[in-house]
C-alpha cells in the first residue's frame, strides 16, 4: 500500500500550547523507542504507565474538543481505510471509542494506563490493559492500526497490521506534541 502524507487542512487548535521541543523527556523516549533496540525497557514502561496513571484523574479536562479533529480528517481522507478490525494503541479514556466504533466492525482500544481506561464512558469497543511493545493480538489481525499521540512500537504494529492495512499516526499539536515524530521518522521507522 502506498504511503501518504496528509497535508494539513485542520487548523491548529486555539491557544496551542508550547508544550515540546527536541529536548523534551517524553520526545526522547519517543525516538528511542521507534529507532532503537532496547528503548523501551520494563522500567521505562513502568514510568510511561506511572506518569499516565497520574495524569488520568484531568486528562479529559486538559484536552479539548479539537483533539481529535486530525483524526476525524484522517479517516475521512487517508482512503481508502478498511472496515474491519481497527486497533487504537495509547487510547488513553478512548475519547475517539465511539467515533470509532462507527466505523470498523471491530474496535480494540489499547492503552498500558489502567486509570486512563477507568476515565473512559462505556462504548462498544473491547478494552485491554497491555503494554504496545508486545500487542496482544494475532499476526496481521488488524487494518486499521491508529496512534494518537503515541508512542510507535514499528515491528508491533507491522506485525499486527493486515497486509492492506492502514496506519494512522496523529500528532494532535504537530510538533510541539511530547510524544512526537516527523511522518518521515513514522515512514523510516
Known amino acids: 500500500m502506498p504511503l501518504e502524507r496528509l497535508d494539513r487542512v485542520v487548523p491548529e ?15 526522547k523516549v519517543t525516538r528511542e523507542v521507534a529507532f532503537y533496540d532496547g528503548g523501551w525497557t520494563p522500567e521505562r514502561a513502568g514510568k510511561v504507565a506511572a506518569l ?27 482512503g481508502p481505510i478498511p472496515g474491519g478490525v481497527c486497533l487504537e494503541i495509547g487510547c488513553g479514556t478512548c475519547r475517539a471509542a465511539d467515533r470509532l466504533c462507527e466505523r ?13 481506561l477507568k476515565q473512559a464512558s462505556p462504548a462498544r469497543a473491547f478494552r ?12 496481521r489481525s ?20 493486515a497486509e492492506e492495512g492502514v496506519v494512522i499516526w496523529v500528532s494532535t499539536l504537530g510538533n510541539c506534541t511530547p510524544i512526537y515524530l516527523p511522518v518521515e521518522d513514522v515512514i523510516a521507522a
Open 13 to 27: 487548535p486555539p491557544h496551542k500550547p508550547e508544550m515540546a521541543g527536541d529536548d523534551h523527556p517524553m520526545r
Open 52 to 78: 499516565f496513571n497520574e495524569l488520568a484523574p484531568v486528562w479529559n479536562e486538559r484536552t479539548d474538543s479539537h483533539r481529535l479533529d486530525p483524526l476525524e480528517d484522517a479517516l475521512e481522507r487517508g
Open 104 to 116: 470498523f466492525s471491530t474496535v480494540v482500544e489499547l492503552d498500558i494506563s489502567l486509570e486512563m
Open 128 to 139: 485491554i490493559l497491555a503494554d504496545a511493545a508486545q500487542l496482544p493480538l494475532p499476526d
Open 142 to 161: 488488524s487494518q486499521c492500526v491508529i496512534m494518537v499521540n503515541a508512542l510507535l512500537f514499528p515491528r508491533e504494529v507491522d506485525r499486527v497490521l
